[in-house]
C-alpha cells in the first residue's frame, strides 16, 4: 500500500509496504498528528517505508528516511505544533479540511501560525 500527506502543496509518499491493513482513517491521521505535536522522530519514520518522499512543488523532493529524519528533527526544534480540521475517507483516499501549523520560526517572524491551503490528504 502507499500513503501520502499534502501539505501546503506538499506530498509525503509513505511507500509501498507502509500499512498493513487499511487504517482507520481518524486514528491514522489523529496518531500522525500525536506523533508529531511529541517530537517522535522514530515514531513518524515509522510511518515511512526507505523511498517515502516529501514533495513540496517547485522544489526538489525530500527523499528518504535520513532526509525525512532531518525535516522531523528541524520540526522538534521549533516545536511544531499541528492542529487539523474535520477528517473524511473516501475510497483509499483520506481528506483532511485544513492544517494549522504554529512554530517558534513563524512566532519569529511574526505570525501565529500558517494554515495550509484545503486539500490536505493520505493515500492509502
Known amino acids: 500500500m502507499r500513503r501520502v500527506l499534502w501539505v501546503v502543496a506538499a506530498w509525503i509518499a509513505l511507500g509501498p509496504g507502509a500499512c498493513t491493513g487499511r487504517p482507520d482513517p481518524i486514528a491514522f491521521v489523529d496518531r500522525y498528528v500525536q506523533l508529531h505535536r511529541a517530537a517522535d522522530i522514530d515514531g513518524l519514520l515509522a510511518l515511512h517505508t526507505s523511498d517515502s518522499e516529501f514533495l513540496i512543488p517547485g522544489q526538489e523532493p525530500i527523499r528518504g528516511r535520513a532526509a525525512l529524519r532531518d525535516l522531523f528533527e528541524w ?50
Do not use: C, P
Open 75 to 124: 520540526d522538534a526544534v521549533l516545536g511544531s505544533q499541528l492542529t487539523v480540521g474535520a477528517i473524511h475517507a473516501e475510497g483509499e483516499t483520506i481528506f483532511i479540511d485544513r492544517i494549522t501549523e504554529r512554530s517558534k520560526w513563524f512566532e519569529g517572524i511574526g505570525l501565529e501560525s500558517v494554515r495550509y491551503r484545503e486539500g490536505t490528504r493520505f493515500v492509502l
